[in-house]
């Protein structure tokens, strides 16, 4: 297969050819990894093996392997054992370079331990959504009782200012 320009700079391109970070899913369409700078335990992104943009430019194929993924990968996750996964992250040779704050940060939380509670799953597509790297990626992010103060609403705080339900 032919690779565009964007392809061959595309961090998750290299992700899905098996050339970056160990795969913990895979099937037809998608893998998943672990993020190596987790906001939680267990932060994982689950990737289409395509390079696709956006969540909308899915074909049919890959959508009919979406949900298998988000299942396999929520799996992996209530199996692993994230104070082995994170020393042993931390210890990877293509990791060497990197500041490793987000992941000594996750090895300190209280609840490191508890199998997760809940799960955010989302997906920032497009640029003025926060997404970084042009390359669809949904992140499963395991949630945890106390992980903030008050977890109500969720993605509606992305827009904090109008994101609370209380009203007068
Ligand atoms: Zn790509």
Redesign the pocket.
């Known amino acids: 297969m032919s690779s565009t320009p964007?392809?061959q700079n595309?961090?998750?391109?290299k992700v899905?050819s098996g050339q970056a970070d160990p795969f913990i899913f895979e099937n037809r369409s998608f893998v998943g990894i672990f993020d190596t700078n987790p906001v939680n335990p267990g932060h994982a992104l689950v990737i289409p093996r395509r390079?696709v943009v956006s969540f909308f430019d899915l074909n049919e194929e890959e959508k009919s392997d979406y949900f298998d993924a988000l299942h396999g990968v929520k799996s992996v996750i209530e199996e692993t054992n994230f104070a082995a996964l994170y020393p042993s992250m931390m210890a990877r040779e293509d990791l060497s370079d990197r500041p490793m704050d987000h992941i000594e940060t996750v090895l300190e939380l209280p609840f490191l331990g508890n199998k997760p509670d809940a799960y955010t799953v989302g997906n920032n597509d497009g640029r003025e959504a926060g997404r970084s790297?042009?390359?669809l990626h949904v992140i499963l992010l395991p949630r945890y009782k106390g992980d903030v103060e008050n977890p109500r609403g969720g993605i509606r705080n992305v827009i904090a200012e109008r994101a609370n339900y209380q009203r007068r």
């Open positions: 964007s392809e595309c961090y998750f391109c899905t390079h790297i042009d390359h």
